[in-house]
Every structure is written in structure tokens, then in C-alpha cells.
């Protein structure tokens, strides 16, 4: 029985890249390619503090509504929890997943898992958006 599986897991994988290879896809900027050594297209425009960004999608995770500029994240220092997740701070703490480690158990501490918060959470642009969104958020 062993002998029949990696055949077909070998011929599934060839299916799969001829039919991956042999699609057309195309990029929401169409055919304008990005530029080498390029910077962003916009500046970031930061909210007012004290102000909320609304969510453009139902799973959206919150924007950044403050300028980020100079925060580095490394695996031992990430300033937003310098205020993100103290109460005296008035910053909203993270939600109570990023508490929760692989194994589902749940620690006093942001989960290593959520610790890079940039990988999610993004600054607020004001840029035109590249396909049509009619979410309403609540």
C-alpha cells in the first residue's frame, strides 16, 4: 500500500504545478511593475490621538492610529507593549487571543506567537482602495 502513495502524491504535485504555471495571473496594480529600490507610494496619514480608525473587513485587525516611525520590533524588545496592554497607559490592550500560546493555554504575557504586532496591524493611509468595498462596520 506504501508504494501506491508516493506515486500519487508525486503525480498530484505535477498536476498541480502545470496547472499553477499555466494560469494568467494578474496583479491588482495590472501591469505596472514595481520599481527596484522603490519607497511607498504614500505617506502615512496618522489619526488624531484619542481616535479610532474604523475596520474596512469583518476580520480586520485594528489599524495603527499613531505614528510608528523609529519602533523597531526584535525578538527580545517590541515598544508597543509599553503601552499597549497596561491599564494605566489609556491604550487599548491586545484582545485576549494574543494571550494564548500554540497549545491553547492562556499566560499573563502577549504569546510569542502574536508578538510581532506589525505583521498584522498596519498604519492608517489615506490611498485610494484598489478593489471595491461595501463592509459596513458596526
Not at 22 to 45: C, F, K, N, Q, T
Not at 61 to 87: Q, R, S, W
Not at 111 to 116: D, H, L
Request: hydrophobic fraction near 35%.
Amino acid at each position: 500500500m506504501k508504494w501506491i502513495v508516493f506515486p500519487l502524491y508525486l503525480l498530484s504535485f505535477v498536476f498541480f504545478v502545470s496547472v499553477v504555471n499555466s494560469e494568467d495571473v494578474e496583479s491588482l496594480r495590472g501591469s505596472a511593475d514595481i520599481p527596484a529600490g522603490s519607497i511607498p507610494a504614500v505617506d502615512m496619514d496618522w489619526q488624531p490621538p484619542g481616535t479610532t480608525v474604523p475596520r474596512t473587513s469583518a476580520h480586520q485587525p485594528p489599524l495603527i492610529a499613531h505614528d510608528i516611525t523609529g519602533m523597531k520590533i526584535t525578538y527580545d524588545v517590541n515598544p508597543c507593549l509599553g503601552c499597549h496592554g497596561l491599564e494605566a497607559s489609556g491604550a487599548p490592550k491586545p484582545f485576549e487571543t494574543h494571550y494564548t500560546d500554540r497549545d491553547g493555554k492562556k499566560g499573563e504575557e502577549i504569546s510569542r506567537r502574536w508578538y510581532f504586532c506589525t505583521q498584522c496591524h498596519v498604519g492608517q493611509v489615506d490611498a485610494k482602495p484598489l478593489v471595491e468595498n461595501t463592509f459596513e462596520g458596526k
